[in-house]
């Protein structure tokens, strides 16, 4: 998908004023500091890569951001009803069909026009053939394009995305992305954690390396790379470097 | 917060195994409730083996026929006779557990009971065979069978009285009297009395034998006046205690409304906590309860609209179950405001607990079986009678099920079908408790997600 991600980098406005801003964010759970400090920003259509290894922050954040728990310090500039939140598992009914789903979820969002947002994310989601069939009966694939559209019922600017693509074969993640790419392209930023660092590599314009719930590095892939002084290899191996360098 | 009860209610739609279990489950345990308070078996199975021959049936009680099988009914009233030709047919029934007992009335009863009148010193006999295999049976037959035996024997004893008392009339007042076949004129002390005057007025006054006759006429009227106070004396002995109750606490509800109270705050208590409980740990599972109240539904909101689905369930239940009921019991369908404002009051304090459950247990299968074990214990609680154990073990148990929606929504509805007591008490206890697990369940939702 390197063809996507560059098409993706190249759109303008990528860089442009943030749509979701967030400042010195911290957490901690009793005594345990899942967050310290961290900030964050995305512009519109931009693809934001948090990554990091278990228990370094990832789904905190993304909750955090999204409005789910509170932080301890620090502030997010975004109002909740503008960030679509799509959580690691499909967070659905098995016993509604798809559009019931949809309908639901557009009417507990506040859509002005529940059905005109049911139409469009059946077809933005490709479920349309599948509106009436029940969500136990589809794939994990499906199941979770329907979990992604959603969380993008109300048409937000900033889409955050918990480990989306865990959990699904190659070809569904294929499917996946390619619908992701769609809401970029049309200036949604994207904000998604993954533990999948090439998947990392290959889809964001941005990634933010979190250890330890700090944050330890922001800024493009090549770039990172380049911190770790090896711009041709591998990015895996460079993330892993990355991480020893640091103490990780 | 429509839309989620929309959800809701057609999620159960889709499952009609769950709704048939929700419904027809608690409806059977209401129903064994009901039965098991409310009617013992009142009428045992009892082998019944008559040797007594028909012709000696009839015994003669100082001239009075008296028939002892129409004297000793109250034997047979309360018990479901089943006839046997022969004692071993009556063991073996007993020991087959085809009949509770078997009663054998021997063929020298009746000749017996004439002689014990009579001042025989052989009282009769009944001989009782029962099964011991299980003590609480045992007692329950030993209990049975004297109570029935008791009521025979107060009947022949009422019946001797009436004969008794004829005797004394007789000799009191006079009159003719059978014996063996031929009829006696009794002269009375009555008619002795007005004989004796009628002979003293003859005699001269002052004489030896007027003072004599006097005499005798004071006997006669003091032997009828104490004759007179004779009858009562044994209208007494024959019913020396009489029974006056008086209803100092509870109210006068009817048996059958008390069962239909009992099952219907039974099936109210399953539908609603299972509903409540599993609705709410459900919306975790699915992964949409940080979804649900992200939008424009709070978690307070979430809370109520469960309440809400499962009380109008349980509620819809439990009235079509009262209809029911109400098919085989007298109920006051005149009251039918307050029944449904006891069954709301009821659904919302049990809806609360059962959201409280959810939020606690977190899984639909903990949460379910957190509802299921704690039915249980809190029916058998709300159920305990004062008396039943002692005085600080049931001042323990009140407090307790105080805390818990089962007693008062078993006095709410006893209030609303059986006019008995005040229906406020309860109805406040209810929204209290509404209230305070609703708020636990509140808090517990702070670690729910």
């Known amino acids: 998908m390197p063809d996507e991600a560059a098409s993706v980098t190249t759109r303008p406005g990528a860089h442009a004023s943030p749509v979701l801003e967030a400042t010195g964010l911290s957490k901690r759970f009793g005594s345990r500091e899942a967050l310290r400090d961290v900030s964050l920003a995305a512009g519109p259509g931009e693809l934001v890569a948090v990554i990091g290894p278990n228990g370094a922050g990832k789904t905190t954040l993304l909750s955090i951001l999204a409005g789910i728990q509170s932080a301890d310090a620090g502030s997010v500039a975004t109002a909740p009803d503008r960030l679509g939140w799509v959580p690691q598992q499909p967070s659905l009914y098995g016993k509604l069909t798809v559009a019931e789903n949809l309908r639901l979820f557009a009417r507990l969002d506040g859509c002005a026009d529940t059905e005109a947002a049911v139409g469009r994310m059946l077809d933005q989601a490709d479920l349309r053939d599948r509106a009436n069939d029940l969500a136990s009966t589809l794939s994990g694939g499906n199941r979770q394009r329907l979990n992604v559209a959603i969380g993008l019922l109300s048409e937000p600017p900033v889409l955050l995305l918990d480990e989306p693509s865990a959990a699904l074969d190659p070809r569904q993640r294929e499917r996946l992305w390619q619908f992701i790419f769609g809401l970029a392209r049309e200036g949604t930023a994207v904000v998604y954690s993954t533990h999948d660092v090439a998947e990392a590599e290959r889809h964001a314009q941005q990634v933010v390396v979190l250890a330890d719930g700090e944050r330890l590095f922001s800024g493009s892939p090549r770039e990172l790379k380049r911190v770790v002084g090896d711009s041709h290899g591998d990015f895996e191996a460079a993330f892993v470097a990355f991480l020893r360098q640091r103490g990780h | ?449």
Not at chain 2, 18 to 28: G, Q, S
Not at chain 2, 120 to 125: A, E, L, N, V
């Open chain 2, 1 to 449: 917060m429509r839309w989620l009860l929309a959800k809701d209610l057609r999620i159960l739609g889709r499952s009609p195994l769950l709704v048939a279990m929700l419904v027809l489950y608690p409806i059977l345990i209401a129903a064994l409730v009901g039965f098991a308070v409310t009617s013992g078996p009142s009428k045992p199975r009892v082998a019944i083996l008559n040797e007594v021959p028909p012709s000696a049936n009839t015994i003669d009680l100082g001239g009075q026929r008296v028939n002892v099988s129409k004297e000793s009914k109250p034997l047979f009233e309360s018990i479901k006779t089943v006839k046997v030709h022969s004692r071993a047919e009556a063991i073996r029934k007993v020991r087959d557990g085809d009949v509770l007992a078997a009663l054998v009335i021997p063929p020298d009863i009746t000749r017996n009971l004439e002689a014990a009148t009579a001042g025989g010193s052989s009282p009769p006999h009944l001989q009782v065979f029962y099964n011991a295999e299980d003590p609480a049976k045992q007692t329950f037959v030993e209990d049975t069978i004297k109570a029935r035996v008791q009521d025979a024997n107060a009947a022949l004893a009422k019946k001797f009285t009436q004969v008794a008392a004829s005797y004394i009339r007789l000799l009191s007042t006079g009159g003719s009297f059978s014996f063996a076949g031929s009829s006696f004129d009794v002269l009375g002390l009555r008619r002795t009395e007005s004989v004796l005057r009628a002979t003293a007025s003859h005699l001269p006054k002052g004489s030896a034998e007027l003072r004599g006759l006097k005499q005798v006429v004071d006997f006669a009227v003091l032997a009828r006046q104490n004759l007179g106070l004779a009858t009562g004396v044994l209208n007494a002995v024959g019913t020396p205690i009489h029974v006056d109750s008086t209803v100092v606490k509870g109210g006068k509800t009817p048996l059958g409304a008390f069962a239909a109270a009992i099952a219907v705050t039974v099936t109210l208590m399953f539908i609603t906590l299972l509903l409540a409980a599993g609705g709410l740990a459900l919306e975790r599972e699915e992964n949409a309860f940080r979804r649900i109240v992200r939008g424009i539904v709070s978690q307070t909101g979430l809370l109520v609209e469960k309440i809400g689905l499962a009380g109008i369930c349980s509620g819809l239940v439990a009235l079509v179950l009262l209809a029911g009921l109400s098919l085989f019991v007298t109920l006051p369908w005149s009251r039918l405001p307050l029944w449904i404002l006891a069954l709301a009051a009821a659904a919302a304090a049990f809806g609360a607990l059962g959201v409280a459950m959810g939020a606690l247990a977190r899984e639909v299968r903990a949460a379910s079986l957190l509802a299921i074990m704690a039915s249980l214990p809190l029916a058998v609680l709300g159920l305990v009678p004062s008396g039943a154990v002692s005085t600080g073990l049931y001042d323990l148990i009140r407090v307790v099920s105080a805390g818990f929606p089962f007693r008062a929504t078993l006095d709410a509805l006893q209030s609303a079908l059986g006019r008995s007591g005040g229906i406020g008490a309860p109805l406040l206890h209810l929204v209290v408790l509404t209230v305070v697990f609703t708020a636990l369940a509140r808090l517990a939702l702070r670690r729910f997600a």
